[in-house]
């Protein structure tokens, strides 16, 4: 298997199925959050709505091959490069098994006592567990620790996205009330031996689809992010560069880029300023050296370190975008944007089969294990049954929320935005005191722990494993 020794393909083959595992457990949560509304509103049977939402969850995931993979390229660049190259084949290990394990268990636990959680905060907090561990062992050479930017904007939109999914579904419920008023039947309990009106079920099972294929398209995309970690650790020779493309293809771009940085006006530039130019002229004349020596660009420390390099600019040329300082041209800065942009294609990808073996352990988890969570969506948030109205409001925003995300390339969680947007639909009814407390209570608490759990979790079994191995 892609030339390894039988011990090492081993090894590769059980960190897959690890990470599919996960996947597959991240269904048992987020099938819920896609059928819950379709099922108490009796617009599908449950075993219909399950296998639909399986459907879509898998061809949200495969639209990764054709629509791009940022959020992918998002999960894989929170760790520094050095932890998947300094470290030994042991340590790598330990590392992949550490937040593997993490994000599994946390995800059974949680899914157990049917208490919506995320799995975005799981494996986030798994992999900054780890890369906080790998900053204090003395592999780390170069001092590297977690990427902080990446990893700001990964907890400003998970945040941000159930205060946004909560506001924005009572905005709906009062304007659908306001447009509505002759249709009474929309904001009532649903008759348990009738089907909805059709078009009312049209617009559940609309949204369901919705919810389902963004939710593929983003949770996803987390899993093959997963799986490209390992193979960038375990095989970099193949994997950290996408082999299908000609690296000497890229030089044009590598050496624009140069020359943009070059005519940048020091004198103009605060001291902040001048460090981060100052890092993407090292970091672009690094590259430029490496992309033009055939030797660098066919060994695997060379590829490593032409990705490197393109990770460091587009780091870069993010702050510098972000610094507002008029001085720097906008055209240079556009430009400098398009050929970063252009050079990314060398590592934001993934290779097929990873798509697809992702696709299908999301489908199949996305069909087992769904009740536990649903029954807490259904019933348990609120006080009163769900109604058309909630139901087809929360899954709208729910579906926007997640898919305006996976546009902007940054992992979202599911469970929190259709949580919140649930409780938000039953806040719009009756008020707070529509609201399940303890229910509230425990999601809360849950979204509050999964970060500090995951951390502390994933970095104490990679001091363990690291001893053990």
């Known amino acids: 298997m892609f030339g390894l020794e039988m011990g090492l393909a081993l090894l590769l083959i059980l960190c897959i199925v690890a990470a599919c595992a996960f996947e597959f457990v991240n269904g048992f949560h987020h099938t819920a959050n896609a059928v819950a509304t379709v099922i108490y509103t009796n617009a599908l049977k449950p075993e219909v709505a399950v296998a639909w939402s399986g459907l879509w969850n898998f061809l949200g995931v495969l639209s990764g091959a054709f629509f791009g993979l940022s959020v992918a390229s998002g999960i894989v660049n929170l760790l520094p490069l050095e932890a998947l190259v300094n470290l030994s084949l042991a340590h790598s290990m330990a590392m992949i098994f550490s937040l593997l394990l993490t994000a599994i268990l946390w995800n059974l636990g949680t899914w157990y006592f049917g208490i919506p959680c995320s799995s975005s905060h799981t494996l986030v907090g798994a992999i900054l567990g780890v890369g906080l561990a790998f900053s204090y062992m003395p592999q780390n050479i170069s001092g590297s620790t977690i990427n902080w930017a990446k990893a700001a904007d990964v907890g400003l939109s998970l ?105 940048i006006d020091d004198s103009q530039l605060t001291d902040k300023e001048k460090e981060i130019v100052g890092k993407l002229r090292k970091s672009t004349t690094s590259l430029i050296k490496d992309i033009t020596d055939e030797a660098k660009t066919n060994s695997p420390e060379g590829k490593l370190l032409i990705r490197k390099n393109i990770m460091l600019m587009d780091k870069q040329v993010d702050k510098l975008a972000n610094s507002g300082n008029i001085q720097i041209s906008s055209n240079n800065l556009k430009e400098l944007r398009f050929e970063t942009g252009t050079l990314k294609n060398l590592i934001e990808y993934a290779p097929f089969w990873v798509i697809v073996m ?112």
């Open 159 to 263: 945040l941000i996205s159930p205060v946004f999914g909560f506001g924005l579904t009572i905005i709906l419920m009062f304007t659908l009330r306001s447009f509505f008023k002759n249709k009474p039947e929309l904001f009532k309990e649903p008759n348990k031996d009738k089907k909805p009106p059709a078009w009312i079920r049209a617009i559940l099972i609309l949204t369901c689809t919705g919810v389902s294929f963004s939710h593929g398209s983003n949770d996803g995309q987390k899993g093959v992010g997963l799986i490209m970690l390992i193979l960038i650790a375990i095989i970099p020779s193949q994997f950290a560069l996408n082999n299908k493309l000609n690296v000497a293809d890229y030089i044009p771009s590598a050496k624009k880029s140069y020359e943009i940085v070059q005519k």
């Open 358 to 469: 992702i696709s299908i352990s999301l489908g199949l988890g996305t069909m087992v294990g769904w009740k536990r969570i649903v029954v807490t969506l259904g019933e348990k948030i609120g006080k009163q049954h769900l109604t058309y109205a909630q139901g087809a409001s929360s899954e709208l925003v729910a579906a926007s929320t997640i898919g305006v995300s996976t546009y902007l390339g940054l992992p979202v969680s599911t469970t929190q935005v259709l949580s919140s947007a649930i409780a938000g639909s039953m806040v719009a009814s009756k008020g707070l005191k529509n609201l399940q407390g303890g229910t509230v209570r425990n999601i809360f608490l849950a979204w509050v722990l999964t970060l500090p759990v995951c951390i502390t979790l994933s970095a104490l079994l990679f001091f363990l494993f690291s001893k053990i191995l």
